[in-house]
């Protein structure tokens, strides 16, 4: 069975750095996306960034394009989120999801298509 662990959430002021961390183990195949997403209070879950494992292709939602970095580390099992200039509304609970699908261009950003999810860690920026 798959599992994702995420860590590396915490408090920080504007303007600040987080880099989250998302170790996946129990998967059986070598192709696969990692994609971050976030929610917070009262608002839907929204995508943030992807990792394709496939191509390594990487996809970022135009609030974080330029400030978010998505990256690998194959040999770890490890994708990680490098999240600079963060604003208070970056403030959400971030999950990161797998999916076994090999072309994810058109629908890494829907959760719809995610199979396994992390527990989440909480960012939170303070103006």
């Known amino acids: 069975e798959v599992r994702l662990v995420e860590s590396g959430g915490g408090s920080v002021q504007a303007g600040g750095s987080l880099r989250l961390s998302c170790t996946v183990s129990g998967f059986t195949v070598t192709n696969y996306a990692i994609g971050w997403f976030r929610q917070a209070p009262g608002k839907e879950r929204e995508g943030v960034s992807c990792?394709?494992?496939?191509?390594?292709?990487?996809y970022y939602a135009s609030s974080v394009k330029d400030r978010f970095t998505i990256s690998s580390d194959n040999a770890k099992n490890t994708v990680y989120l490098q999240m600079n200039n963060l604003k208070p509304e970056d403030t959400a609970i971030y999950y990161c999801?797998?999916?076994?699908?090999?072309?994810?261009?058109?629908?890494?950003?829907?959760?719809?298509?995610?199979?396994?999810w992390g527990q989440g860690t909480q960012v939170t920026v303070s103006s």
């Open positions: 999801a797998y999916t076994s699908l090999v072309t994810v261009n058109e629908i890494w950003s829907s959760a719809h298509w995610y199979e396994r």
């Open positions: 990792f394709s494992r496939n191509d390594y292709s990487t």
